[in-house]
């Protein structure tokens, strides 16, 4: 069984500051997958990173970045030089297997608003 | 990337009625479908799951008979919310996930905004 704690519901940074999503995760997978995914007002679900369990490194994607702490158990995102259109929801996500399928499991939200 | 595609994008249907919401995977082939229900503000909540060919597992507390859930092919699941009421009001999203080269990968289509008059 896999859960996501997000344990902000809302976050507000100026535009070029960085900003940190926080997510932790309790899961008894021996290997996993994190996630965070993006949803604008418009709905749709816009994948943005992904974090192996054994990955040696900390994911990157471009301004996004994943503070991967697998002894606390925690993913956090990193968005740095934030821009307007940086405002929406943020989910975290674990994925483990389940009968032979990867079925993910979301967290709460954070609803992040970036402000000129 | 992978293309999921859900149609329609928004429909307005009145109590009683039954809507049918399709779901495309456009240039992979998805083994195992997810549809998911969110409320504004809330977070993603799991329906179902299906893989192609079987029925589809439901989470608990969701009827089976009520949200009907059809995946006949590797490219298309259908969700047909049968007899809907105003609680049904939803946005639905579903997500494809199969092997994609060596990897397995999930891709979520733009969601469907359903309101229950």
């Known amino acids: 069984a896999q859960k996501i704690t997000q344990t902000q519901p809302g976050m507000f940074v100026q535009e070029k500051e960085a900003v940190t999503l926080d997510c932790t995760y309790d899961?008894?997978?021996?290997?996993?997958?994190l996630f965070w995914y993006k949803q604008p007002s418009s709905g749709e679900m816009i994948f943005l990173i992904y974090?192996?369990?054994?990955?040696?490194q900390n994911a990157t994607e471009g301004r996004y970045s994943l503070n991967f702490q697998k002894a606390r158990k925690s993913a956090n995102l990193v968005i740095s030089a934030s821009q307007l259109g940086d405002s929406a929801m943020y989910f975290c996500a674990s994925k483990g297997a389940s009968g032979g399928s990867y079925i993910p499991t979301f967290g709460r939200g954070t609803s992040l608003i970036v402000h000129p | 990337g992978a293309v999921v595609s859900q149609h329609p994008s928004w429909v307005i249907c009145k109590s009683g009625t039954s809507v049918k919401i399709e779901c495309r995977s456009l240039?992979?082939?998805?083994?195992?479908m997810f549809w998911y229900r969110q409320f504004p503000k809330q977070s993603l909540m799991l329906m179902a799951t299906s893989n192609e060919g079987s029925k589809a597992t439901y989470e608990q507390g969701v009827e089976k008979d009520k949200f009907l859930i059809n995946h006949a092919s590797l490219t298309l699941s259908t969700l047909t919310v049968t007899s809907a009421h105003p609680e049904d009001s939803s946005f639905y999203i579903c997500?494809?996930?199969?092997?994609?080269?060596?990897?397995?990968?999930?891709?979520f289509g733009p969601g469907t905004r359903l309101t229950v008059t």
């Open positions: 899961t008894s997978d021996p290997s996993y997958g």
């Open positions: 974090q192996g369990s054994y990955d040696q």
């Open positions: 240039d992979f082939q998805a083994t195992t």
């Open positions: 997500s494809a996930g199969g092997k994609r080269g060596p990897s397995y990968e999930q891709y």
